[in-house]
């Protein structure tokens, strides 16, 4: 059975900065602190002797950064697939919590809380993501069987997994098609 780890990108605001919606449409790079991060995941997998055989990572900045300090401690470069790219969060982008609460303030309570998708705010369709994360995960499940795979993307595609938010840095983990562990924080060794 295939081991596939999926972690969300490394932090993309510096400490006191007031964070933003930012969905595909906005490609941050990784903060110092970012960096470390996905430097931490590299550290936590190698001190459990779990190493990947395949890295993937969405198409970006902050994605494959930190696809790519992780596989520097593995001798891996990472694949770039489209099906792991953040979902395009539309008129919410580049807006802040409270920005986006005092418009529509029924709509960011579904997609808070219950991860409800909003056809008429968020740009391309929950059914099309969901099926490309499907057909992601059953090649990965083929081409990698009883293997370890790591994907980087971000916290808007992790939600169609469970509705709950993962943190920058952390990471869950699938054996097969259930999940183990969920919003881990690699610094917990």
């Known amino acids: 059975m295939t081991r596939l780890i999926l972690m969300r990108h490394g932090n993309t605001f510096e400490e006191g900065q007031t964070p933003v919606q930012v969905g595909a449409r906005t490609d941050l790079p990784l903060t110092a602190f970012g960096r470390s991060q996905a430097e931490r995941m590299a550290q936590y997998l190698m001190a459990k002797g779990i190493v990947p055989k395949a890295i993937f990572a969405g198409g970006l900045k902050r994605q494959t950064e930190s696809a790519s300090i992780i596989g520097k401690f593995f ?57 490309n994360l499907k057909n992601w995960i059953e090649m990965i499940q ?38 183990v562990l969920w919003n881990q924080n690699p610094s917990n060794k």
């Open 75 to 131: 001798g891996l470069n990472f694949e770039n697939t489209s099906a792991l790219t953040e979902i395009d969060y539309g008129l919410w982008e580049g807006l802040t919590a409270e920005e986006i609460d005092s418009k529509w303030p029924k709509e960011h309570a579904e997609w808070s809380r219950e991860a409800k998708w909003q056809s008429h705010i968020f740009h391309g369709s929950a059914q099309g993501h969901q099926r």
């Open 142 to 179: 083929k081409a990698y069987p009883n293997e370890t795979v790591l994907g980087v993307t971000s916290n808007g595609l992790l939600r169609f997994f469970r509705n709950e938010k993962v943190k920058t840095g952390h990471f869950c983990e699938f054996q097969g098609t259930e999940i």
